[in-house]
């Protein structure tokens, strides 16, 4: 068939761009392997060339593929499965980005973007190592382009393509017809994605993730050469820097998860962000064994062991996330496309290579003859690496236990299979201890000097500021007792250990680093370290609950209690809620394209119950999807203080507000009853009385959005309950559209659990009330009054400036309003304004009426000779005045949220702490960096 | 005995005891009936049983959800949380929880949802405009 409008070229493009990227990457790795084999000799200088000129063309090749599917999402080709499934017309030009890198193939050519940056930085300043730095970097690349590939051999296929066209993906009878095309529109990108987390996170965390291959190019090409020593120096300001960036990439994650998704908290031991935070943990060990193997030459087999296994960690991190192994143990969503087998490719070959390598090269490499002494500080940082290997090692153990699972079923498949059952209390329980050992060590090894040679000389300075750090630590640790609850023993070792890193760094930065802030990298990141535990301290064990209301809960459920188990609260509209340290109230909402927005105003009490004066509103909202059939997100609102955050979200709402076919069906159920009333009178229901007091041409409405040509009216009510005098203000209200029809728009009264609407007969009332009226003419000057049903009607003045809610001014129009006082027989009084009016040379009229009295009053003409107005006046009959009302009670509530507030004391320690731990890799990254260069020029 | 051999011992020493102590924090999949046997917390993977009632009542307790699921092997009991309803629950495909057996109802402390549609809808939207 021949489809109408398909833009097949940037696919082909595409594709074809795919391939040659793919196999230049392979030519690249190859030919640079040869130029480390011929190293020195004349061919390898020919192989060096080539091995440049296939990287380059890999790297325009992989910009021309991402430039390709850019191309396609920009331009919304629906043709496409990939833009079809993650673009759609009304997605704003800012989330193409996210709608990119959302799925795998998209991450994965961000993945291959950064290492081909990556290699081209290395290119122009590695000097000799490029040629065995960049064969391993190239032959990753080569693996990773493998994956977008999408070509087929038999059965089996290699890559998935970002350019299938989505007639070849799906089977759906459209496809039948050849203008397919023009029948489809896109899905659109999940409004969860649509922030700029998504935006900054991914790019963020894949180079850091990119950046993880540099160290162990650099660690296979010294295992390849034999120069184990000489790549040390080159290889540490890449090491240090994807230190920082996949530092800063994981931070951004639980920031994200902390500020804009209602997870309640930044880091959950989910085995997506621990798969992510091994290999960290890993690079930093590599990083301590490369500073003691720079300054000793001791560890340098851990710098190789350590970077290798940090790449493969990434991969396997790679691994989990994609291949859908992880399905029943993580709250993370995952597509699966079928690339697990090449995955396990993937890492089987950089696993084996680096295995290989160490297994055959691992022989010669140099280590001093004599150990470490005790008071050195290459030894106290080589336990801390043992620590930190032991946290890795734990944490991929408990995560691996699906992958395990599935090893084990292989063999055995009656396995049920094992799994954590708290995960975040295992990781708790274990991982505090390596919280309290790296505290220590990193306080007490700063302190020490490498190669110790005079320990007796040094021993003096050494015992001082343990001493200071000691007593401050002891100090601190007591003082924060009192803002902290602590419940275990545990715990108090852990804030000591905190106390101490914070402590020792920053008399280390006082006495040493200020003299040189480049050199204060360490210092700056341990004292960070130890500020991220006291954060994690305060968020984890104080984060609390404050949305309970034991008092209004209590007793309603059997065997309930307990903090935990009561972390919501149910507001109900417009009262007051007393819960723990505050008072809520939930004061309304407001709809804006798919968001709905309620405002939540706290008011702080204190431990009498009285309240202190200080006062926030809080904005959580919900999002609908694009046919408002249900909530899809949920958004937190935060409300920042310096020492805590009060963080609250929307937890549950109504049925009717979740989901509108409910709605309407909770509607039609409810039963109405007819009330008459005239503007005054009181209706009496089975349990409640209302007020009608007024009667308005322009109503309010929170769903009302005026337009031009609307008629509308409104009612003013209060409703009260028999044994309330505090009354509930209603206003319902009713409009007619031009072309569309009438619609009217009900009160509700959730209190009372009272719905009141107008209907059409309450319409067609008014209307028959304007028919039936028999009007007299009055004839008036300005000033004069005259006398009419026993009321007095005075002209007061005529006015230029017309304030008619019916009056829409336009050009060329003359009008004119009567301010009229009407005085009633008991001498109380009201103004009106009817508006005479010539348009297109024709005369008009607009009334005006006391709607408590019945009284009409038209503006009918002007006699210009003699400056008299004619003024039509009428009262309308008593049985008229009155106005269908309905009114139903037991309607269902629909006026409520359900929220959940938890205060984090102390979380913004844990940013501070982490930036500065990240600053400091930083910085000794540029410091390295800065050293190097100098060396070569 | 060298000072790197002792390190060596005290890090194998210390793994094996981490090992045999992280082992209680493990426990295995299973179904109602399993779970009703060991009286200990398990995980539980299930689906969500559409036509029997999902009992939420958040004017009365916004802390309480149970509903009927039916596990892998085809049982249907009653499950208990006491937590809020979360806002996809209807349309999870599978439930996977973290409880024990407590009389006929499975009370759960955890309950993960999986939803492959939130991120994927596999339904083409016709634009209804055009036609």
């Known amino acids: 068939m021949q489809y109408v409008g398909e833009h097949l070229l940037p696919g082909q493009v595409g594709h074809l761009l795919v391939v040659l990227s793919f196999v230049s990457a392979l030519l690249a790795s190859f030919s640079y392997f040869w130029a480390t084999r011929r190293h020195g000799l004349p061919e390898g200088a020919g192989w060096l060339q080539l091995g440049r000129g296939a990287f380059v063309v890999h790297g325009l090749a992989t910009l021309g593929v991402i430039g390709a599917l850019f191309f396609i999402l920009v331009n919304k080709y629906y043709e496409y499965q990939y833009a079809w499934a993650n673009v759609s017309d009304d997605l704003p030009f800012q989330y193409t980005f996210s709608a990119f890198w959302k799925e795998q193939q998209g991450s994965f050519l961000l993945w291959s973007f950064w290492h081909i940056v990556l290699g081209l930085v290395l290119m122009l300043r590695a000097g000799r190592w490029e040629s065995p730095v960049l064969a391993v970097l190239s032959l990753a690349e080569a693996f990773i382009g493998s994956m977008i590939l999408g070509l087929y051999f038999g059965e089996y296929r290699l890559g998935v393509s970002p350019f299938d066209l989505l007639r070849h993906t799906m089977d759906a009878p459209i496809f039948e017809r050849a203008d397919y095309l023009s029948q489809i529109t896109g899905n659109g990108l999940n409004p969860l994605l649509q922030n700029y987390w998504m935006t900054i996170h991914p790019p963020t965390l894949f180079l850091g993730f990119a950046s993880t291959l540099v160290p162990f190019s650099y660690a296979v090409a010294g295992l390849w050469t034999g120069e184990h020593r000489e790549w040390l120096k080159p290889a540490l300001p890449w090491a240090l820097f994807s230190a920082a960036i996949l530092g800063l990439g994981i931070l951004m994650g639980g920031a994200w998860a902390y500020v804009a998704l209602s997870f309640g908290g930044y880091w959950a031991w989910d085995p997506v962000e621990n798969t992510s935070l091994v290999p960290w943990i890993t690079l930093v060990a590599g990083i301590h064994a490369h500073l003691i193997a720079r300054n000793t030459g001791y560890s340098i087999r851990s710098v190789y062991a350590f970077y290798l296994i940090t790449f493969v960690l990434v991969l396997y991190s790679t691994y989990l996330t994609r291949s859908g192994i992880l399905g029943d143990s993580s709250a993370h969503a995952f597509t699966e496309m079928g690339l697990g087998a090449q995955l396990i490719a993937f890492i089987g070959a950089f696993a084996a290579l680096a295995i290989a390598l160490m297994a055959v090269r691992g022989k010669g490499i140099p280590a001093p003859p004599q150990e470490e002494t005790i008071a050195s500080r290459e030894f106290w940082m080589f336990v801390g690496v043992l620590v930190l290997f032991f946290s890795a090692v734990l944490i991929t153990g408990a995560t691996s236990l699906p992958v395990w699972n599935k090893l084990v079923q292989w063999f055995k498949p009656d396995y049920v299979g094992a799994a954590l059952k708290d995960p975040v209390a295992h990781h708790n329980r274990y991982q505090l201890w390596i919280g309290v050992f790296v505290g220590l060590l990193t306080g007490v090894a700063q302190w020490l000097r490498y190669r110790e040679r005079h320990a007796e000389v040094w021993r003096r300075t050494f015992t001082k500021h343990m001493f200071i750090a000691l007593v401050g630590a002891g100090v601190l640790t007591a003082l924060n007792a009192l803002w902290l609850d602590m419940y275990a023993w545990q715990h108090f070792a852990l804030l000591f250990a905190a106390m101490f890193a914070v402590v020792a760094n920053a008399d280390y930065l006082v006495v040493f680093a200020r003299k040189n802030l480049r050199q204060a990298g360490s210092a700056l990141s341990h004292m960070g370290f130890g500020l991220l535990l006291l954060g994690i301290l305060g ?85 609908y999807d694009r046919r408002f059939s249900q909530v899809v997100a949920s958004n937190p609102s935060t409300k920042h203080y310096l020492t805590y955050d009060i963080f609250t979200h929307i937890s549950s709402l109504p049925k009717a507000e979740l989901d509108p076919e409910f709605a309407r069906q909770q509607e039609d159920s409810i039963r109405f009853e007819t009330y008459e009333a005239a503007i005054g009178d009181t209706i009496f229901t089975k349990k409640h009385y209302l007020v009608l007091d007024d009667y308005t041409k322009a109503p309010q409405h929170p769903e009302y959005r005026p337009e031009k040509g609307d008629l509308a009216f409104g009612l003013k009510l209060r409703a009260f309950s028999l044994n309330d005098t505090a009354g509930h203000s209603a206003a319902p209200m009713l409009y007619l559209r031009p072309k569309q029809g009438a619609f009217t728009l009900p009160a509700q009264i959730g209190a009372l659990q009272m719905r009141v609407r107008l209907t059409e007969a309450s319409l067609a009332r008014l209307l028959d009330a304007d028919n039936a009226l028999q009007y007299r003419t009055l004839r008036l000057k300005e000033g004069e009054s005259v006398g009419f049903e026993g009321y007095r009607v005075h002209l007061v003045r005529l006015n230029r400036r017309v304030e008619h809610p019916h009056y829409d001014a336009q050009d060329g129009d003359l009008a004119v309003a009567a301010q009229l006082r009407i005085t009633a027989p008991d001498s109380t009084s009201a103004e009106v304004a009817p508006v005479f009016l010539i348009r297109d040379s024709r005369p008009l009229n607009l009334k005006d ?29 008593e049985d008229l005045q009155r106005i269908p009302i309905e009114i139903a009670e037991n309607a269902p509530r629909s006026d409520y949220i359900v929220l959940e507030a938890i205060v984090f004391p102390g979380i913004n320690l844990v940013w501070l702490g982490s930036l500065l731990m990240l600053l400091g890799l930083g910085l000794s990254a540029w410091n390295r960096w800065a050293q190097r260069s100098r060396l070569i020029a | 005995m060298k000072r790197s051999h002792l390190i060596a011992i005290t890090v194998i020493a210390v793994a094996i005891g981490i090992l045999i102590s992280a082992s209680q924090d493990v426990t295995t999949y299973a179904n109602f009936a399993q779970a009703a046997e060991k009286g200990d917390r398990v995980k539980l993977v299930g689906q969500l049983v559409k036509d029997r009632p999902i009992a939420y009542d958040p004017e009365k307790d916004p802390n309480y959800l149970a509903f009927y699921l039916r596990d892998d092997a085809g049982e249907v009991r009653q499950v208990v949380l006491r937590a809020g309803k979360p806002q996809d629950f209807e349309r999870s495909e599978q439930i996977v929880l973290t409880g024990q057996m407590r009389g006929e109802v499975f009370e759960a402390s955890d309950m993960l949802l999986k939803c492959p549609s939130k991120y994927k809808d596999e339904e083409i939207y016709v634009r209804s405009e055009k036609q």
Do not use: C
């Not at chain 1, 009295?853 to 400056?867: K, M, Q, S, V, Y």
């Open chain 1, 849 to 877: 009426e006391v709607a408590q009295w019945g009284l009409h009053f038209r503006f009918e003409n002007i006699d210009p000779n003699t400056a008299t107005m004619t003024i039509l006046a009428a009262k309308a009959p």
């Open chain 1, 539 to 623: 968020t984890g064990l104080n984060k609390r609950w404050i949305s309970s209301n034991t008092f209004a809960m209590e007793g309603l459920i059997e065997g309930m209690g307990g903090e935990e188990l009561n972390r919501n609260v149910l507001l109900l509209k417009e009262a007051p809620m007393p819960i723990r340290g505050y008072e809520a109230t939930y004061l309304g909402d407001t709809l804006e394209r798919q968001t709905r927005t309620f405002k939540v105003r706290f008011r702080k009490r204190d431990a009498q119950g009285n309240f202190t004066g200080e006062e926030f509103v809080l904005h959580p909202n919900v999002m």
